[in-house]
T-cell receptor
């Protein structure tokens, strides 16, 4: 199993550009989520999905869109990048949405917005 | 919502010395507690978790943590650290009923010196 994969590993954008961060998992997990990691702030939840066709907002959703058309994929879209979105982005998945389920994390995407 | 405070941003320690990484949480509902480790340029991996039962939880790589409800703490300990334990450690708390509101601490960078 590849686990949780993310592409690209690194990306530099100019303010106003759009892009999609890809995330895929091959563990048949129902629950998937996106976090951003900023220095001194830990990880903060952006959006999550409890199954195909179902998404919802997390703690810091502004400026990001998601969709979940399949169980495996959960892309994160930045429609108009801003310097405040410079961060490291992690995708995670777990078997279910229950609080005790271990989340498996991808290797991250380091995004810089100039 | 839940919140987590990691009391030390950096902990330097010599190899084979014991270490304790401190974590306090607050919540108005029943919670589950986690410690994750992040090695350089990698995603997060679960070290251990407390769901219920014995308050002393053993994890991978010789780490253990003790849940103290009265002090709302979940400190991570290892009796003898190795160079390979150098990493960033995150304490996290989620509501017992879902992962949708998992909150992470700001992280503690453990540096093990020879």
């Amino acid at each position: 199993n590849a686990g949780v994969t993310q592409t690209p590993k690194f990306q530099v954008l100019k303010t106003g550009q759009s892009m999609t961060l890809q995330c895929a998992q091959d563990m048949n997990h129902e629950y998937m989520s996106w976090y951003r990691q900023d220095p001194g702030m830990g990880l903060r939840l952006i959006h999550y999905s409890v199954g195909a066709g179902i998404t919802d907002q997390g703690e810091v959703p502004n400026g990001y869109n998601v969709s979940r058309s399949t169980t495996e994929d959960f892309p994160l879209r930045l429609l108009s990048a801003a310097p405040s979105q410079t961060s490291v982005y992690f995708c995670a998945s777990s078997y279910g949405a229950g609080g005790g389920n271990e989340q498996f994390f991808g290797p991250g995407t380091r995004l810089t917005v100039l | 919502a839940q919140s987590v405070t990691q009391l030390d941003s950096q902990v330097p320690v010599f190899e084979e010395a014991p270490v304790e990484l401190r974590c306090n949480y607050s919540s108005s509902v029943s919670v589950y507690l986690f410690w994750y480790v992040q090695y350089p340029n990698q995603g997060l991996q679960l070290l251990l978790k407390y769901l219920s039962g014995s308050t002393l939880v053993k994890g991978i790589n010789g780490f253990e943590a003790e849940f103290n409800k009265s002090q709302t703490s979940f400190h991570l300990r290892k009796p003898s650290v190795h160079i390979s334990d150098t990493a960033e450690y995150f304490c996290a708390v989620s509501a017992s009923y879902n992962n949708n509101d998992m909150r992470f601490g700001a992280g503690t960078r453990l540096t093990v010196k020879p």
